[in-house]
């Protein structure tokens, strides 16, 4: 059984950061990839941030790029958000996502096997 363990977001002010951890936890299991998604109050929900887990690739949706930055630490399955100069827009619930592999673009929910619970992420004006 895979499980998402995932830590940190809470409430900033507007240009100020946030960091996001996510913890992936399996007896035999080795993310190919992992990443978030968000979903705000009223909105569908949509892709963030991918990494390959061998580090040679990163995505990032268009309303992030430049603001946030996804990292992994290998050794022990965790992947981090770092998220700058936040705005009000970027209020959302944060669902971390992870994939043993099989597909190719990962910025479509249907293309990952395990989620998170969430975490609350609430930037004020």
């Given at each position: 059984?895979?499980?998402?363990?995932?830590?940190?977001?809470?409430?900033?002010?507007?240009?100020?950061?946030?960091?996001?951890?996510?913890?992936?936890?399996?007896?035999?299991?080795?993310?190919?990839?992992?990443?978030?998604?968000?979903?705000?109050?009223?909105?569908?929900?949509?892709?963030?941030?991918?990494?390959?887990?061998?580090?040679?690739?990163?995505?990032?949706?268009?309303?992030?790029?430049?603001?946030?930055?996804?990292?992994?630490?290998?050794?022990?399955n965790t992947a981090y958000l770092q998220m700058d100069s936040l705005k009000?827009?970027d209020t959302a619930v944060y669902y971390c996502v992870a994939s043993p592999?099989?597909?190719?673009?990962?910025?479509?929910?249907?293309?990952?096997?395990?989620?998170?619970?969430?975490?609350?992420?609430?930037?004020?004006?």
């Amino acid at each position: 059984q895979v499980q998402l363990v995932e830590s940190g977001g809470g409430l900033v002010q507007a240009g100020g950061s946030l960091r996001l951890a996510c913890a992936a936890s399996g007896r035999t299991f080795t993310p190919y990839v992992m990443g978030w998604f968000r979903q705000a109050p009223g909105k569908e929900r949509e892709f963030v941030a991918n990494i390959r887990w061998s580090g040679r690739r990163t995505d990032y949706a268009d309303s992030v790029k430049g603001r946030f930055t996804i990292s992994r630490h290998s050794t022990n399955n965790t992947a981090y958000l770092q998220m700058d100069s936040l705005k009000p827009e970027d209020t959302a619930v944060y669902y971390c996502v992870a994939s043993p592999g099989g597909s190719y673009w990962y910025q479509t929910a249907n293309e990952y096997d395990y989620w998170g619970l969430g975490s609350q992420v609430t930037v004020s004006s």
